[in-house]
Every structure is written in structure tokens, then in C-alpha cells.
């Protein structure tokens, strides 16, 4: 039996309670036992945008641009130094960008706030100009530190390790803030990101990936022979080519044949789909986030990148429900690996966003009340003044910035422009 069906029968048993918790707020249910936003996600989204807007600029960046574990005054939490730059800003950039334009562009410093994003990733947060990838974005450093020393990595990084999918992300993210802003220093960025990359690619097959997770900048030892997150490399080529870089085409399209050939056919197995989160080093550890995010560049190019982009779109999100999904407070939700499927804000909102989109570029019903109660699900998280919480699990404030806010926004604004009647 499908969750979403699971979800019907045991929704109602909640609402014999008298409205229970979910993260910050009483769980309001419709009269069917689906799982309701607790304000308008416009209200919600508003509240959270403002409550970060408002946070201190110290040299010379926002906090949450340089901290990534913040308590819910803005104060950094004392016993996590440990620091995701290119993943926090890059997908913080995205939200901000899409937000910003949703918002009909009236208020400039959501876009301020987008370029101190990309102002942190090109100025603190690179290797040094030496080795296999020089002046390449970090995945992992230490808080409050400007810029990144040489030997910065943390969390399951060692000191002078990178990851080359977060640069991937990183890359793009400057692209798009290069877009708008007409600034060189952000496409500077990503030439130099995508440089290192196409330099150090390899041929991938069914048992490697063209890069590896995790690689010594300074030598190109590396640990990890998969990363699962491949489809941001492709967008930075993508966008690199769409300004007049020919110099990307051949990698391009050697990433998109391995993808096409090998990742996306080991969707049983699983085996290609391990590795992507920072934290994280167990080599059989296959996530959600990468495979839903290459759904939603399925969806969003459809046939201009692969003839057969439904199909393969939806068995990318079938393998997310198998392997990563459960009921919370009655509600079919998406956690983020193997190893960890707690529903975290950056995954759960991913989750919810690509099944909207898929459900409205289809015009199939099949996952649309499974994505709009996830991300109610995700709202329950926000504070009434605007603070949120990394994920609705319990009441509370802040904690790992990626999940409580700069990789979620974003997935609301595609969500909405699949279905707008949501934020109203």
C-alpha cells in the first residue's frame, strides 16, 4: 500500500486529539485528516524572510552566512564550530534569488543578503592557488573565520579536503547571482570551479563516479570513489555553455552519458546514489537529496535533456519513497540517507518541492497531496516571529542553517509556481 493511502487511515486517528503539536505550532487537519499549514505559507515565508533580514552584519557578512549551527537569537552554538560554506550559501543564493523575484524584486536586500551569499563563497572561502584544486570553494571550514585557513575541513572532511560536487553547487549558485547582478567576480567564480573540475574528471563507470566524493585539493588523494550528487555540475556546465564557454561541451556532455548510462539505471541497487552529505563518510550511505534533485532538473529541462525525462524523473522519486520516507504525526514524510532519515528541513522541502513539480509539469494527481502535506509538514518549524527550526520534529530555534532555512526556500518557490493557489 502506497504511504500516501497509509496517511489516510491514519490521519484521522489525530484528530480524536485535540489539535497535537508539530514543531512550533497546534496541527490544524482538514476534515479528511490532511495535514494543514498552521498560517499561509505567503504569511509563513514572509515571517522567516524578515526574522533573517534582521540578523547582525559582522565583518562584513550576516551571521548565517558564516556560522552554520545558530541558536535562535543569532548567536553561534558554542560546542559546533564546524562550518558548510559552499552548500549553506550556494543554495542559500538560489532561495534568496527566487524569493527575490517572486516578491516582484521591491525589497533590495533580499538580493543585498544573496550577494553577501556570493561575496563570502569568492573572498573566505577557497583553497589555496596551488595543487589540483586551487581556488576551488570549500564544503566544510570553521566558522568566523576570514577567510578560510588551508587546512579548514571538518565534519567527516579531512583538514585539506574538498568536495567536488559542492563546488558544483557553489558554481551555479554565482552563475545565477552573476545573472542578476551583472557582477564578473561571481562568473570569475564558477569558470574557476568548473575549470578545477573538467581538469580532474574522470571517466565514471558502474562502480566510480567522474569525481570522487571527497579529494585532497593539494594532490587529488581522494576517499570515496562515488558522489551521488552529480546533477550540479551538470547545471554549472549548462549555464557556463549558455554563456558562450564551448570549453564546457565535451565534459558536459561525458557527465550527462554517465548519468543517463550508468546512475541513473542503478536506482535498484543504489550503489551510485551513496555519499553527498557533508557530515557523513559510510561508503553505502545513499541519500534523497541527490536523486531528487536530479529529478527536478529533469523536470524542469523535460525533453531538451532527456527524451525520456518522465520516466526517469519518476523513478527517481519512487526511489526516494522506497528507501527514505515514513509517517510522522500522520503526514508520509522524506528523510535525508541511509544513515540518517530524520525529515530535515533542506530534504523534506526538497522532497515536497520535486513532488509538486513532477505532479504539475504531468498533470497527474498521483504525488500532489504527498508533496503538499510535506511541506506543510516542513512550515511547523517556524516561529511565530519568524525563526525556524532545522525540521518540525519538536518545538524550538535555530540550529543547522542549511535545513532551518537556505535549503528551503527555494523548494517553496518551485512548489508554488507548480501549484500557485498554495500560497494563497
Not at 39 to 66: H, I, Q
Not at 195 to 214: I, K
Request: with cysteine; proline share 7%; net charge negative.
Amino acid at each position: 500500500m502506497r504511504l500516501w493511502l497509509t496517511a489516510i487511515v491514519l490521519c484521522p486517528l489525530f484528530l480524536s486529539a485535540e489539535n497535537p503539536p508539530i514543531g512550533n505550532h497546534r496541527a490544524v487537519y482538514d476534515s479528511k485528516g490532511m495535514l494543514l499549514p498552521w498560517t499561509s505559507w505567503t504569511d509563513a515565508l514572509d515571517r522567516e524572510m524578515n526574522w533573517y533580514l534582521k540578523c547582525p552584519v559582522e565583518s562584513g557578512y550576516p551571521r548565517f552566512v558564516y556560522i552554520t549551527f545558530m541558536d535562535g537569537d543569532y548567536r553561534p552554538i558554542t560546542r559546533r564550530t564546524d562550518f558548510i560554506p559552499s552548500m549553506q550559501n550556494g543554495m542559500g543564493i538560489i532561495s534568496y534569488l527566487k524569493y527575490y523575484a517572486w516578491s516582484g524584486k521591491k525589497n533590495p536586500k533580499i538580493l543585498e543578503f544573496a550577494r553577501y551569499m556570493g561575496d563570502y563563497l569568492v573572498k573566505e572561502s577557497l583553497t589555496p592557488d596551488t595543487g589540483k584544486y586551487p581556488r576551488f570553494t570549500r564544503s566544510t571550514g570553521i566558522r568566523e573565520k576570514f577567510p578560510q585557513p588551508a587546512d579548514c575541513g571538518t565534519q567527516a572532511d579531512k583538514p585539506y579536503e574538498i568536495e567536488p560536487d559542492k563546488g558544483g553547487i557553489a558554481g551555479f549558485a554565482l552563475v545565477l547571482l552573476y545573472e542578476q547582478t551583472n557582477d564578473k567576480k561571481y562568473l570569475d567564480q564558477a569558470l574557476q570551479n568548473a575549470r578545477a573540475l573538467v581538469a580532474n574528471m574522470g571517466p565514471g563507470d558502474d562502480q566510480r563516479s567522474p569525481w570522487p566524493f571527497r579529494v585532497d585539493y593539494r594532490t587529488g588523494e581522494f576517499h570515496g570513489p562515488v558522489s551521488a550528487n552529480m546533477s550540479f555540475n551538470l547545471r554549472l556546465f549548462d549555464k557556463l555553455i549558455e554563456h558562450g564557454n564551448s570549453e564546457f561541451r565535451e565534459p558536459r556532455a561525458k557527465l550527462w552519458a554517465w548519468i543517463k548510462n550508468y546512475q541513473i539505471p542503478n536506482l535498484k541497487d543504489g550503489s551510485l546514489w551513496v555519499q553527498f552529505f557533508e557530515d557523513h563518510a559510510e561508503p553505502d550511505n545513499r541519500n534523497a537529496w541527490s536523486p531528487l534533485n536530479l529529478a527536478r532538473h529533469l523536470i524542469e529541462k523535460k525533453e531538451e535533456l532527456d527524451p525520456e525525462w518522465q520516466k526517469d524523473a519518476k523513478a527517481l522519486i519512487e526511489f526516494s519513497i522506497r528507501n527514505f520516507t515514513s509517517i510522522r504525526s500522520g503526514v508520509p514524510i522524506c528523510g535525508e540517507q541511509t544513515y540518517d532519515k530524520m525529515p530535515w528541513g533542506g530534504v523534506l522541502s526538497t522532497y515536497g518541492a520535486v513532488l509538486a513539480m513532477y505532479s504539475a509539469a504531468t498533470g497527474s494527481d498521483e504525488y500532489k497531496a504527498l508533496a503538499y502535506q510535506a511541506l506543510n509538514y516542513a512550515l511547523y518549524a517556524i516561529n511565530d516571529d519568524g525563526c525556524p527550526r532545522e525540521n518540525s520534529l519538536e518545538k524550538g530555534r535555530g540550529g543547522w542553517q542549511e535545513d532551518a532555512h537556505t535549503d528551503k526556500v527555494h523548494n517553496y518557490m518551485d512548489a508554488i509556481a507548480a501549484f500557485p493557489d498554495w500560497a494563497r
